[in-house]
């Protein structure tokens, strides 16, 4: 298969402080990519570089094809992100968060109606149509923030910790989502600290103090460890780590 995110020995560092150290992966078309690491393991400073909002202090990095050094305003054509803290503007209407990101990528004015009636049916929101987002429950938030952010059908969807404090339904629920979105052939790159979900991602890695210290399935890195889940492979690898903060 196809890569759509390769690196090779990608480096950050912040002064003498070096936040991603030579991590070097690929990520295939289509794949549900686990990104993981404890807090301070330098994760969303690697996904920063990754998504062309941060410059690389050494090393090299293709995203959908173009140059992380060169190619940031392309890059972010091509991909979509939801952050960890909710990224929707909370003070318009449903319908309105739709329209507006839809206007953000590019979709014309019939395509924005197509996608608004499908994002209502889908996510069970017709009657909250006119509802101000500030209003809807987490979990419904969160996978409105999911649809939005692959309403232009990029080819790379990076998540930052999206079910942080979604209620276990409403997790699988907004998996069934990122399962939906790799059908179509949409790449996953998702960062969480529920173990649980490392289990639903085609590989993982580990990074620990900046450097990927595991990549593999989750059943190799399971039988690597001599672990019974991700947890217990994720606790073996975090214990090593020396520092706290991104």
């Not at 020995?9 to 078309?29: C, H, M, N, P, Y």
């Not at 941060?54 to 995203?63: D, E, F, H, L």
């Not at 319908?95 to 507006?100: F, K, Q, S």
């Not at 052939?185 to 649980?196: A, E, K, L, P, S």
Request: charged share 25%; hydrophobic share 40%; aromatic share 10%.
């Amino acid at each position: 298969m196809k890569n759509v995110i390769e690196t090779d020995r990608l480096t950050k560092r912040f002064g003498i402080f070096t936040a991603v150290d030579q991590i070097s992966f690929e990520v295939e078309e289509g794949e549900i990519f686990g990104f993981l690491g404890a807090n301070g393991a330098g994760k969303t400073t690697a996904m920063r570089m990754l998504c062309g909002l941060s410059v690389p202090t050494s090393g090299k990095a293709r995203v959908a094809g173009f140059d992380v050094y060169k190619q940031q305003e392309e890059i972010k054509k091509h991909i979509g992100y939801m952050s960890q803290k909710f990224s929707l503007y909370n003070d318009l209407k449903v319908w309105e968060n739709i329209r507006l990101f839809g206007g953000i990528y590019g979709l014309s004015k019939k395509q924005i109606a197509a996608k608004t009636e499908e994002f209502l049916y889908a996510l069970g929101l017709e009657s909250e149509r006119d509802t101000m987002v500030n209003s809807l429950p987490l979990g419904w938030k969160q996978k409105l923030a999911f649809s939005v952010a692959v309403i232009h059908e990029p080819r790379i969807v990076f998540l930052d910790e999206p079910t942080g404090g979604v209620d276990p339904v409403t997790r699988r629920q907004f998996w069934e989502l990122i399962y939906q979105a790799s059908a179509r052939g949409i790449t996953t790159f998702v960062t969480t600290h529920y173990m649980d979900e490392a289990e639903y991602c085609n590989r993982v890695s580990i990074m620990v103090d900046g450097r990927i210290e595991a990549f593999n399935t989750p059943s190799a890195l399971k039988i690597t460890f001599k672990a019974n889940n991700m947890n217990e492979v994720f606790h073996a690898l975090a214990r090593k780590a020396q520092r706290i903060d991104n």
